[in-house]
């Protein structure tokens, strides 16, 4: 079956226009259902039956897979049926009736506006300093995605005008406006701190050889886990002790949006998101908030 896995892999980057990550993602969990499958004598599309499905979710089960794990596997599952059912290599797609395990919500997690202005005053002045403080106010000013920040071209920031054009999921493009305090932090990154880590010595690139905007220290490309390396240090030098992921960041991001009167269809535009649906749970962590604050600042709560 790795004959149609190769085909599906390509119709998901050339058809479905899916991102690195979302296809990298589904090769690895096919690939494991396929193994599945040929441990218990199904070698061709043809052979797998109902059976093999719910031998599937069973094993799932028994390697102690997560309920968000398992569902999405059996989202894999389900597309890769999909496709072998177009392409005529089943006669009947059965995992259709199959059904994933509940999830049970988790709440959203961000940071008040007080952490925030604590988190992006600790940078100093120096040229990493200078680097993180741009990084860190265009994460929270614009609540793009780490994997948009990682592959943002500097070409893409217009700083006279003050905005982003940020390359999304699917190669949709957005523009995002950028504040005052981001606008100066990415001037003074990108005029005093970036040009020298492009010109170390030892790197082969020149000033003008890179074309993304955050870079490390050797003028490369500047990557998922450097962000996260950065957010975690300032987390611990703020006396922050919640986990703070680029995702919360984006929360964040969200949330004070929503808290300060932002209407669905701007934030739904500002994220990225196709389906307004997907702003439910930052609708809820606001509701939520202000029935803290209300319980806990009311005299009569």
């Known amino acids: 079956m790795e004959g149609y896995l190769s085909l599906y892999i390509d119709s998901l980057i050339k058809e479905k226009k899916k991102s690195d990550n979302t296809v990298e993602a589904y090769r690895r969990d096919v690939r494991e259902f396929i193994r599945v499958l040929k441990e218990r004598g199904a070698d061709n599309p043809a052979d797998i039956t109902e059976e093999h499905i ?5 094993y799932l089960w028994k390697n102690g897979r997560s309920r968000s794990t398992m569902s999405r596997k059996l989202s ?23 059904r994933a395990p509940r999830i049970e919500k ?35 000013g614009t609540g793009a995605r780490v994997s948009e920040v990682i592959d943002l071209k500097i070409d893409r920031v217009n700083l006279s005008i003050g905005y982003v054009n940020i390359t999304g999921e699917h190669g949709k493009a ?29 790197n082969r690139k020149t000033a003008s050889g890179s074309d993304y905007l955050f870079v490390n220290f050797r003028g490369g490309k500047l990557t998922r886990q450097g962000i996260w390396k950065i957010i975690s240090s300032y987390t611990q030098e703020a006396g922050i002790t919640q986990n703070v992921t ?25 994220m990225g998101f196709e389906d307004a649906s997907a702003l439910q749970g930052y609708l809820s962590a606001t509701r939520n908030r202000i029935k803290e604050v209300y319980d806990r600042t009311h005299p009569r709560a």
């Open 54 to 58: 719910s031998q599937y979710v069973s």
């Open 76 to 98: 894999a599952v389900r597309s890769f049926m999909a496709f072998l059912y177009g392409e005529g290599a089943i006669s009947d797609n059965i995992t259709v009736n199959v």
């Open 106 to 140: 988790k709440e959203i997690e961000f940071l008040s506006i007080g952490e925030i202005e604590q988190l992006l005053a600790l940078p100093d002045d120096s040229g990493k300093g200078m680097r993180d403080r741009a990084l860190l106010e265009l994460m929270y």
């Open 174 to 202: 957005r523009i995002i406006p950028l504040g005052r305090p981001c606008r100066k932090a990415l001037e003074q990154y990108i005029e005093q701190a970036r040009p020298v880590f492009l010109q170390r010595k030892g």
């Open 246 to 270: 680029p995702q919360v960041l984006r929360n964040s991001f969200a949330v004070h949006m929503l808290q300060n009167g932002a209407d669905l269809k701007s934030l739904q535009e500002l």
